[in-house]
């Protein structure tokens, strides 16, 4: 059962986490985490999103969760974001 915060229940449709950790954060973290680790279809409106326009190195999960400046200062050998509007 869901309480007012949201815990008690996932809202996500796959994830990498734990399902009792999954159900004890509340709702406004959840779709917090990139969708690529806790897939809730939250990227849309969080801007986790990936900048990468060619190949990456990173994990998917990371390269969402990473801010653009950091993603940015990624070598592009490591994770290319060339042309990319960031």
Avoid: F
């Avoid at 915060?5 to 994830?15: E, I, N, W, Y």
């Avoid at 950790?21 to 990936?50: F, L, R």
């Avoid at 950091?70 to 050998?77: C, M, Q, T, W, Y």
Wanted: glycine share 6%.
């Amino acid at each position: 059962m869901q309480n007012e915060q949201g815990q008690g229940v996932s809202h996500a449709k796959d994830s990498q986490l734990p399902q009792k950790a999954q159900e004890k954060v509340p709702s406004s973290v959840e779709h917090k985490i990139p969708d690529a680790a806790h897939n809730t279809n939250s990227n849309k409106d969080t801007g986790k999103v990936s900048h990468a326009t060619g190949d990456s190195k990173v994990p998917q999960w990371l390269q969402e969760g990473l801010p653009e400046k950091v993603e940015k200062a990624v070598p592009d050998k490591i994770h290319d974001t060339r042309g990319a509007n960031i």
